[in-house]
């Protein structure tokens, strides 16, 4: 294969994995890995004590208060529901967030492609383009489950409140990176793959063709 495109493949699928790899860590083992992020001043909580941020991450959440950042290790698939102080609340189901389970699945998908990367054989590297797109597939399931919780999320902060604001989180934009780097790398590996084809057939060519003289085209059969 030839290298001019084999090293930006491995590149993007490097990049890709490490990206997709963080934002699958998450919260609560990292905070700042969130793909939805609501902001107010207080007009909201999930028991007592009011909420001034939430952070909605794929294993859990983590609520600002005024004691401080509590974060919560509830597994894929949680609820949650926040109240108002006139009585009102919403739930954000498990639906919404169980579907984030993708993100470490397009991970593992990522690191197959990235391994088969490494080969010089023709076909594994075709097949390395082929689990590249795949995990671009999954990449964009999960980016789109992250544009479902965040437009839904907005929708029911904004019924229980005015004053809040929310944003997507630096996990959601990851995702959205790595959804690029990994279409741009199966491209690549195709590109390269057919480059290589094109070389070894010229080659073959100019291998089997005669060395034949000037005058020689002059010359009686």
């Not at 990292?30 to 941020?53: C, K, N, P, W």
């Amino acid at each position: 294969m030839s290298r001019a495109y084999c090293i930006p493949g491995v590149f993007f699928l490097f990049c890709a994995f490490v990206l997709l790899f963080i934002v699958s860590v998450s919260l609560p083992y990292l905070q700042a890995m969130d793909i939805t992020r609501v902001h107010s001043s207080g007009q909201f909580g999930a028991g007592s004590e009011a909420i001034d941020q939430l952070r909605l991450g794929i294993w859990g959440y983590c609520v600002d208060q005024s004691s401080g950042r509590t974060c919560f290790n509830t597994g894929h698939g949680y609820s949650l529901t926040l109240q108002n102080s006139q009585g009102g609340e919403v739930t954000i189901g498990s639906s919404w967030t169980r579907g984030l389970a993708v993100h470490p699945v397009a991970t593992g998908v990522a690191l197959i492609a990235l391994v088969l990367s490494f080969s010089q054989h023709i076909t594994i590297t075709l097949v390395s383009s082929l689990v590249s797109f795949l995990a671009a597939l999954l990449t964009l399931i999960a980016f789109a489950i992250d544009i479902a919780l965040y437009a839904y999320v907005k929708h029911e902060m904004g019924d229980l409140t005015s004053d809040e604001s929310t944003i997507t989180g630096p996990g959601f934009w990851l995702t959205f990176v790595s959804l690029i780097l990994l279409l741009l790398a199966g491209c690549t590996v195709c590109f390269g793959r057919r480059r290589d084809r094109m070389s070894g057939a010229t080659n073959s060519y100019q291998l089997n063709s005669p060395k034949n003289g000037f005058f020689s085209r002059f010359r009686r059969n």
